[in-house]
């Protein structure tokens, strides 16, 4: 019963360098969402997706990217890294219907 | 944009004692939930709420939504250290057609039972 999985759990990137963010879920759930979470600001939505080959941008996409070619994987594309960007990540799924997000365990990324 | 504020942003108690945390909104809500977080982890759904006036009990914490669907209070009786954790509200709105279940957060507290 993995749920969502994550990876990496942690990373340090150079200002500039690029990375991708993985995010599997096992559970054929329909939507899936990243988030960043920065302390004292609850968490804040990237993009979303509510099914392969469907994607949006969520509050706050600016630096970011994403792809959804099956339902199982929804990878978070950084591609200049920012100072900014330094923060804890989250990707989550829900099933159509159902009122409650499973989160992945989150990747601590910090740009140097 | 739709806003939720939490208070308190920090929380430190006894064990034994009780609390209340609160989240609060101009807007109004289709749904309210509340998620538990501890360090390293992802937050994990502690209830759902979606009814104006509802009140759910699990175990010592009880939820309640607001009549109005704009706020939402989660009160713990007699609170044990195994309750310390950062603390969620977010809130689910179907405005304009459906939301595709995006969340609104809150801000979170830092709740810390001392033994």
């Known amino acids: 019963n993995a749920g969502v999985t994550q990876t990496p759990k942690f990373r340090i990137l150079k200002i500039g360098q690029s990375m991708t963010l993985q995010c599997t879920q096992d559970?054929?759930?329909?939507?899936m969402y990243w988030y960043r979470q920065d302390p004292g600001m609850g968490l804040k939505l990237i993009y979303y997706?509510?099914?392969?080959?469907?994607?949006d941008k969520g509050e706050v996409p600016n630096g970011y990217n994403v792809s959804r070619s099956t339902t199982e994987d929804f990878p978070l594309r950084l591609e200049l890294a920012a100072p900014s960007q330094t923060s804890v990540y989250f990707c989550?799924?829900?099933?159509?219907?159902?009122?409650?997000?499973?989160f992945g365990s989150g990747t601590r990324l910090t740009v140097v | 944009t739709q806003l939720l504020e939490q208070s308190p942003q920090f929380l430190s108690i006894q064990e034994g004692e009780n609390l209340t945390v609160y989240c609060n909104s101009s807007?109004?809500?289709?749904?309210l939930q509340w998620y538990r977080q501890e360090p390293g982890e992802g937050p994990v759904l502690l209830v759902t709420?979606?009814?104006?006036?509802e009140v759910k009990k699990l175990k010592r914490l009880t939820f309640q939504f607001g009549d109005a669907r704009k706020d939402s209070s989660l009160h713990i009786t007699a609170a044990q250290p195994g309750d310390t954790g950062l603390y969620l509200c977010?809130?689910?709105?179907?405005?304009?057609?459906?939301?595709?279940?995006?969340?609104?957060f809150g801000q979170g507290t830092i709740l810390t039972v001392h033994p």
């Open positions: 989550a799924s829900i099933d159509r219907g159902r009122k409650g997000y499973t």
């Open positions: 559970m054929n759930h329909n939507y």
């Open positions: 997706s509510v099914g392969a080959g469907i994607t």
């Open positions: 807007s109004v809500f289709s749904s």
């Open positions: 709420v979606v009814t104006g006036g």
């Open positions: 977010a809130g689910g709105s179907n405005a304009g057609g459906t939301s595709y279940g995006k969340l609104t």
